[in-house]
């Protein structure tokens, strides 16, 4: 049995209408809101080992795939700001139970007005009677549009613009004038998003 005929490679495309930065900036510094955006498909993400949005981090995804829980552990292997792009490898759980080596790359492409999401997947199946990877496919189109409808749908975001700027007002009124201006609100409500 040849060793290339387990080896392939799965590339979708996908629309979206929201910021190519922000949904960039969620898969590489924010990956653990993806529970927050898609519960229903990831249930917990965890930083592992390293920093969020580093090369070489450790991700740990709770999720479910084809209706079974899963775990994954993925490695951060290549991030790339100009193309943002997004490569994990899969080191631990249970995609290695049907492939030797598996990596998924999300890449978002600004075409004029419209952004495409980009996701490869490249695969070693372990037998030739394992089938390409393309439920797990579904699986990162779903989570695209649900990142998606979280993003358009959130109240602190314009997409009237396409500018996708978020603006905070604070309006308070003090009661004691010793009580210092709440300043220290405007980081920690930037950071929320």
């Not at 930065?21 to 590489?28: A, K, M, Q, T, Y």
């Not at 498909?41 to 070489?56: K, Q, R």
């Amino acid at each position: 049995m040849s060793t290339t005929s387990l080896r392939g490679k799965l590339v979708s495309q996908i629309e979206i209408k929201s910021s190519a930065d922000v949904f960039h900036e969620l898969f590489r510094h924010k990956t653990h809101q993806l529970s927050k955006t898609s519960p229903h498909s990831i249930h917990n993400c965890d930083l592992h080992d390293g920093d969020w949005g580093t090369v070489g981090s450790i991700i740990s995804f709770d999720y479910t795939h084809d209706g079974k829980k899963c775990v994954s552990k993925d490695r951060v292997e290549a991030i790339d700001e100009e193309k943002k792009l997004v490569k994990f490898k899969v080191i631990e759980g249970d995609p290695l139970e049907l492939y030797k080596n598996i990596s998924i790359t999300v890449h978002v492409d600004t075409h004029g007005e419209s952004n495409l999401v980009a996701w490869t997947i490249e695969y070693e199946k372990l037998h030739e009677g394992i089938p390409d990877p393309n439920t797990l496919m579904d699986l990162c189109l779903q989570l695209t549009k649900d990142v998606e409808s979280h993003h358009l749908s959130s109240p602190y975001v314009d997409t009237v613009d396409q500018s996708n700027l978020v603006t905070w007002t604070l309006e308070y009124e003090k009661t004691d004038e010793r009580v210092p201006d709440p300043q220290y609100l405007h980081g920690t409500l930037a950071s929320d998003y």
